[in-house]
């Protein structure tokens, strides 16, 4: 599948046009260059990721919710000092929000049914952020580079995303010229001795797609959330490849719990060897953060090998932090090197 590749021009069109046209975001104009700013809500981990991918929006976030997702906060290593500012509680209301007197309140999509009528009876300003796909991405980072002047930037890093889909499309492109099977993946997130799939529309689903599989689950959560499944639907999916996500641990171990666990002895997976955890550093790079691309290019190694042999896993980590938030290789070998764990080699 083809992706456009967006000009600035095109991607701030598009990202005026979701603006204007759809639901997601608020209806009140956006200040430009706001001084302060207040991210929060649910997920607001994704939220932080891309506006700190932009330099001259930093400064102005003065509050924000809690981004640990049980690894680390990472955004101290790219500011240091984040961890003093105020901080919300992820459901707080819009009383809440307007304590910190914001210019601008960024958050989720997913929070505009319940944040949004409060916001805006106060006079509050809002961004409602999807970040749930590539197209989602190409499209908010442009939003994000208009609101503070930063159009260049936004052109920058959408340019780094479609890179990346183009290339784990030639990874899959050329294995399919060789004739090789498409490879049926099991994607789930492991905790408390259960296992839960994505739903189709998330982009735990997406990225295996774009990297050339099949994700075999695909179907079988019709709902907006995680779903759970048990040993005798595992088994009946019977992948070629299995991979594990913690948000919480190193998803190497719960990787390896699942290959000792002898419920799943007769998988395909577990007697090839081809059960992974889910590469991570302070975030697993399943979910829809700034790290989606690296995911994409982790999972696409590791279908098809030998269509990627050349592709290093750390060289790309490199770049990605660099590009993003201007880690360079001695911040990268002190902050995020240490944190790399799940199979990410």
Same mark, same amino acid.
């Given at each position: 599948m083809k992706y456009y590749k967006a000009t600035p021009v095109a +991607? /701030?069109?598009a990202a005026l046009c979701i603006y204007f046209a759809l639901p997601v975001y608020a209806q009140a104009p956006l200040p430009i260059r706001p001084a302060r700013v207040v991210l929060g809500g649910r997920a607001v981990a994704m939220v932080a990721d891309a506006l700190y991918a932009f330099p001259a929006a930093r400064k102005a976030v003065v509050a924000i919710a809690g981004t640990d997702q049980g690894l680390g906060a990472f955004l101290e290593a790219v500011d240091p000092g984040f961890l003093s500012k105020p901080t919300l509680d992820r459901s707080a209301g819009a009383e809440a929000y307007a304590a910190m007197k914001p210019d601008l309140v960024i958050v989720k999509s997913t929070m505009k049914a319940s944040l949004g009528p409060g916001l805006d009876a106060l006079g509050i300003a809002a961004l409602y952020l999807n970040l749930e796909?590539? =197209?989602d991405y190409y499209s908010e980072l442009a939003m994000l580079g208009s609101v503070f002047k930063s159009e260049a930037r936004a052109a920058e890093l959408s340019r780094y995303y479609q890179d990346i889909v183009s290339r784990t499309e030639a990874a899959a492109a050329a294995a399919k010229r060789a +004739? /090789?099977? !498409?490879?049926r993946v099991l994607?789930?997130?492991a905790g408390a001795g259960s296992y839960q799939v994505p739903p189709d529309s998330w982009i735990q689903t997406r /990225? !295996? =797609?774009l990297a050339g599989g099949k994700a075999v689950w695909k179907g079988a959560n019709p709902g907006n959330g995680w779903a759970t499944v048990g040993p005798e639907q595992i088994l009946a999916?019977?992948?070629d490849l299995v991979v594990l996500i913690s948000y919480k641990e190193d998803s190497k171990a719960v990787a390896d719990a699942f290959k000792a666990d002898k419920r799943f002895a007769s998988m395909t997976a577990l007697r090839t060897? +081809? !059960? /992974?955890?889910?590469a991570q550093d302070f975030y697993s790079w399943d979910q829809p953060d700034t790290r989606w691309g690296l995911g994409l290019l982790w999972l696409s190694k590791s279908l098809y090998p030998a269509q990627s042999a050349s592709l290093s896993i750390e060289a790309e980590a490199r770049r990605f932090f660099k590009l993003f938030y201007e880690l360079d290789d001695a911040r990268f070998d002190a902050v995020i090197k240490p944190r790399l764990s799940g199979d990410w080699r």
């Open positions: +991607a /701030l069109i796909s590539p =197209e +004739a /090789l099977p !498409v490879p994607v789930m997130q /990225l !295996v =797609e999916w019977n992948p060897s +081809a !059960v /992974l955890g889910y």
